[in-house]
């Protein structure tokens, strides 16, 4: 079974601005780093994922886009 990863996992993960949705997010991405589950994420949730850190969370651009080329 392959998972879609959200946006909202994604920002979870990346602000950390709420530590129950933060554990929740780094659970996600430490077992896809660990090849216990297999995970996709769509074009189209990092472009929504860009859009809220940048326009929302007020992120440099090129920060946001090194850290979701980490995704």
């Given at each position: 079974?392959?998972?879609?990863?959200?946006?909202?996992?994604?920002?979870?993960?990346?602000?950390?601005?709420?530590?129950?949705?933060?554990?929740?997010?780094?659970?996600?991405?430490?077992?896809?780093?660990?090849?216990?589950?297999?995970?996709?994420?769509?074009?189209?949730?990092?472009?929504?994922?860009?859009?809220?850190?940048?326009?929302?969370?007020?992120?440099?651009?090129?920060?946001?886009?090194?850290?979701l080329k980490k995704c």
């Amino acid at each position: 079974m392959v998972y879609l990863i959200d946006t909202n996992i994604i920002i979870w993960f990346l602000v950390g601005d709420h530590q129950e949705h933060l554990e929740v997010a780094t659970d996600i991405f430490t077992k896809i780093e660990n090849t216990q589950i297999k995970a996709e994420i769509l074009d189209s949730v990092l472009i929504e994922a860009y859009f809220v850190l940048v326009k929302f969370y007020k992120l440099p651009k090129n920060e946001v886009i090194e850290d979701l080329k980490k995704c």
